[in-house]
């Protein structure tokens, strides 16, 4: 079987998501949209691949809005055509933070900013905790999603939708791929000021986020077998 992440900055790595996968024997693929060199200018074209030689769609998270069409949309508006149609043809998809949010613009929903951003590890409530467990997960988003038509919203904050289910399909808000190598990444590259600004300190969010490795590369896995086996229908259940 064939996994495709798509990648959509060059700070944004496969994690314990992609480690999962590898264990269950998919043979995984990348796709990286905005590669470093446009990484100041995103708003560049690229050809995504064909989702058909694929058994499993996974995009991950991104910088920018999901809703921004002025910022990003020479990519963005062909990605959330790509997915709408992947995901009504049957392809199963697991959309992470801005990877979720493409899924609910493509499938009828919408994306805009919310009233506050979440960012760190965060709790979250699950109507499913064997599919999405109640974490703590880690968040780094400033937008929330309106669920789509025929999807089932199965977890929350107090802030945001965290996780809906639809087809074959699981999208989730927050990072089970990040582990501490992204998020070093993630602050090198302008987030540290991001989590200044929100009133945090960037050094402990990280010796938390090396503290807590074991438990929340736990909680991916079981995330990830159970998309497999649950939403997905990929892996014979135990």
Request: aromatic share 10%.
């Amino acid at each position: 079987m064939r996994a495709l992440f798509i990648q959509h900055d060059h700070v944004s790595p496969l994690g314990p998501v992609g480690e999962r996968f590898a264990h269950h024997g998919f043979e995984i693929d990348t796709h990286l949209v905005v590669p470093e060199g446009s990484f100041a200018n995103p708003n560049i074209e690229t050809a995504f691949p064909n989702a058909a030689d694929y058994d499993v769609l996974i995009p991950l998270g991104a910088p920018w809005g999901a809703w921004d069409d002025a910022c990003i949309g020479r990519w963005l508006l062909p990605e959330v055509a790509w997915l709408g149609d992947a995901v009504r043809s049957g392809m199963p998809v697991l959309g992470i933070c801005f990877g979720g949010q493409l899924l609910a613009r493509a499938l009828g929903g919408s994306v805009a900013p919310g009233p506050r951003g979440e960012i760190g590890w965060t709790a979250i409530w699950s109507d499913q905790p064997a599919l999405v467990g109640e974490g703590p997960w880690f968040q780094f988003h400033y937008d929330r999603w309106v669920v789509p038509p025929g999807a089932v919203e199965i977890a929350r904050t107090p802030s945001a939708s965290q996780a809906f289910v639809v087809e074959r399909a699981l999208a989730v808000q927050f990072h089970p791929e990040l582990d501490a190598a992204g998020l070093r990444g993630w602050l090198d590259w302008g987030g540290a000021s991001k989590v200044r600004d929100d009133g945090q300190d960037p050094d402990v969010m990280l010796a938390q986020t090396v503290a807590t490795a074991a438990a929340a590369r736990a909680r991916t896995f079981a995330l990830v077998d159970a998309f497999l086996t649950d939403v997905a229908g990929l892996l014979p259940r135990a």
